[in-house]
């Protein structure tokens, strides 16, 4: 099977299992564990931040910067696609007592003058008090859409204004770097606390990390023992993101390569209604319902040995990673091939 359902379908290299065996590990919620407390100071160093905390999971890690810089009953400004507000659960109404304030942005982007529209006045107390911005790059939902760094500078200057606190889902971060070839020191200039997962484009098995100043770090892992996120000989783990900051990070063009071959060769089946523009790891497109249905074109591609994912039931997705090789990736354009000629 060609696995193209997520990019958190990979599985640890051998060279990145033998760097996690060679961890250095102690107890890390006494703050013991010397590998996990390299790759805090290295993460945070990458992006210029004051510190760094390891997490089980990027849920986690936003769930923790919203308890950050909210108080129940506060709003948060995001787009409607946003994965804060789509896919952690209700985690933002369960664990800070916040609703979300949704806005509806260019796959997934939202600008500068809808956040200024979205906040509410400060002095009419029948609103909720907006107290946070989060932005999302690279966009889940949006296709692996990237900002513009002049729309992030933008918006901060609104933040700074009207005192907001200015959050970064970065899940994906790190293809946004590699595709607009930004400084990742730019971001931690620009953001309050800043969130990116190792366990997708970068091939980790697990982990995320929470970056912000030293403050705001000693406070976040007070909420993440609060929500179960202390963890002990954990330096395994951190050796896996450290192994992957090293030498799974450039090579993401490579996958955003391949995913721009996807999105051409899916342009030409007669079926494929549209494809969404591809700027890095996530190829969206939308099918003509007369003739398929999402469930239908996903048992065509099993047939081929391919696995994708429906986003709803005319929305597809394939997402190129660091499993998916030469090998498949001339297979899966055969195959489209095959379907654009039928
Ligand atoms: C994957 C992802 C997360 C974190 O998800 P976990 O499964 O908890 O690691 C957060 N934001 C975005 C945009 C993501 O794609």
């Not at 939902?141 to 992030?152: H, P």
């Not at 990742?184 to 200039?189: E, F, L, Q, T």
């Not at 090789?325 to 195959?335: I, K, R």
């Amino acid at each position: 099977m060609v696995n193209l359902i997520s990019d958190t379908v990979t599985k640890p290299t051998k060279e990145m299992l033998d760097f996690m065996m060679s961890a250095n590990v102690g107890d890390d919620v006494f703050k013991n564990d010397e590998s996990t407390n390299a790759l805090e100071v290295k993460v945070a160093r990458f992006f210029d931040k004051e510190a760094a905390l390891f997490f089980p999971s990027g849920t986690m890690a936003n769930q923790t910067a919203i308890k950050l810089h909210t108080e129940p009953g506060d709003q948060v400004i995001c787009d409607h696609y946003s994965h804060i507000f789509n896919y952690e659960g209700g985690g933002a109404s369960f664990n800070s007592g916040v609703s979300c304030k949704l806005v509806k942005g260019d796959r997934g982007r939202i600008s500068a003058t809808q956040v200024k529209q979205a906040i509410n006045p400060p002095d009419f107390y029948h609103s909720p008090k907006t107290r946070l911005v989060s932005l999302e790059n690279t966009t889940n939902k949006g296709g692996g859409a990237c900002y513009e760094l002049q729309e992030i500078k933008a918006i901060k200057g609104i933040c700074t204004k009207h005192q907001l606190a200015f959050h970064l889902d970065g899940a994906r971060l790190w293809n946004a770097l590699v595709a607009k070839n930004h400084d990742p020191k730019d971001y931690g200039a620009q953001f309050d606390t800043i969130s990116v997962c190792f366990s997708k484009g970068l091939g980790a098995p697990i982990g995320s990390a929470l970056l912000g100043s030293k403050t705001l770090i000693e406070k976040a892992l007070r909420i993440r023992k609060i929500l179960g996120g202390g963890m002990r000989q954990v330096g395994y783990l951190a050796n896996a993101a450290s192994f992957a900051m090293d030498y799974h990070f450039e090579r993401l063009a490579i996958d955003h390569r391949k995913a721009k071959e996807l999105s051409e060769a899916l342009e030409s089946i007669k079926w494929v209604h549209s494809v969404e523009p591809t700027e890095t790891n996530i190829v969206i497109f939308n099918i003509d319902t007369v003739d398929f249905s999402a469930d239908h074109i996903i048992s065509e591609f099993k047939k081929y040995h391919i696995e994708l994912i429906a986003m709803d039931s005319t929305k597809l997705r394939f997402v190129t990673h660091l499993d998916y090789s030469d090998q498949d990736h001339n297979h899966v354009l055969e195959t489209l091939k095959n379907m654009a000629s039928l």
